[in-house]
């Protein structure tokens, strides 16, 4: 049994307004054929017939109840029948046309699609702000920001060392390692369960002077350099930092030039805790090739000297540029190379 079917027969009275000025009559309303019709309580003529579907209520919530045709205002009807103000409730509902899935959740998908928004820009937003503002942070501004971050590690109890015997050694390090100029420090009692070279900065490699005790040789400290100098190439150093610094201090440093101390506090130690990647294995054979190094000191070295030479060891070895023949002059002296290993020492 249909909606209309079911109140065919119900009747009730109400007051009804041709327009805003006219006299309110008393009137009998009935359902018809899709029909709201409305009759004079009298003589039982018909008045006015208004279209189910278009029947809208004016005040909801209050009594008596008024409706209009469209909405419009212009002809009203009052009722105060519970029955009837249920009756038309139920039958416009039964009228109406089926609301689509959209309509039915169009709260729910705004609200989830406005969530979902939030959520990929708080992801998006700030690692497109980081991946700008490292494109356009210059060379000068890094080199500051990498003397920070040793300082940092130098008050956190780790301590430079430093020797006029062992300078020569580091400067031929530098020279024969790297294309661009770079700057190789010692350091002890780093805060890292593992020693390390860490690139931080501005071509600041950190070498942890546990390195120095466990290398066999000059050659197997400059494999873990190359390997260090790599890894920074592939990796921007400056993307974590910022991404420790946070979007506040990030936005700074874009548009100022200037980076707060307090938003790199403790980065230093939780660089030199961070897991190391394992480098491109071709990159990697091309800076033994310029330097002119073996990859068999650093591969055969007792003691492993980088967590990613257990990965890249085979290869190393399989495809060394000097097929394991040493250099036609070796890196360092055993003078520089003995004047390196005491740079602690004083």
Known sequence: MTALERYSKLEGTGL?????????????????DATLVISDARSMQ????????????LNPGKRPAIYSPEGDGCETLELDDDWLIDALKVVQAALSPPRS??????KPLLAGSGLLGLLLAALIVPQALQTH????????????????VRHDLLREGARACQSSYAAPAITILQRRLFQSPAQIVVMQDLPSQQPRVQHVLGRIFIVDARLLEESESAEALAGVLLIAAQRSVEQDPLRPLLRHAGLI???????SAELPAVATRGYAQALMRSPLTTPDIDAVLQRFERAELSTRPLVDNPFQLDPS?????PALREADPLRGEGPANALLTDGQWVSLLNICDG
Request: no cysteine; hydrophobic share 50%.
């Open 309 to 313: 030479v257990e990965l890249i060891g």
């Open 249 to 255: 201090a990030t936005f700074r440093l874009l548009t």
């Open 133 to 148: 503002t490292a494109s356009v942070v210059p060379m000068p501004k890094r080199i500051e920001l990498g003397e920070r």
């Open 101 to 106: 899935l959209f309509s039915r959740f169009r």
């Open 46 to 57: 018909v008045l006015s017939h208004w279209s189910l579907p278009a029947v809208t209520r």
């Open 16 to 32: 009804w307004a041709a327009a805003p000025s006219e006299q309110r009559r008393d009137v009998v309303v009935s359902f018809g």
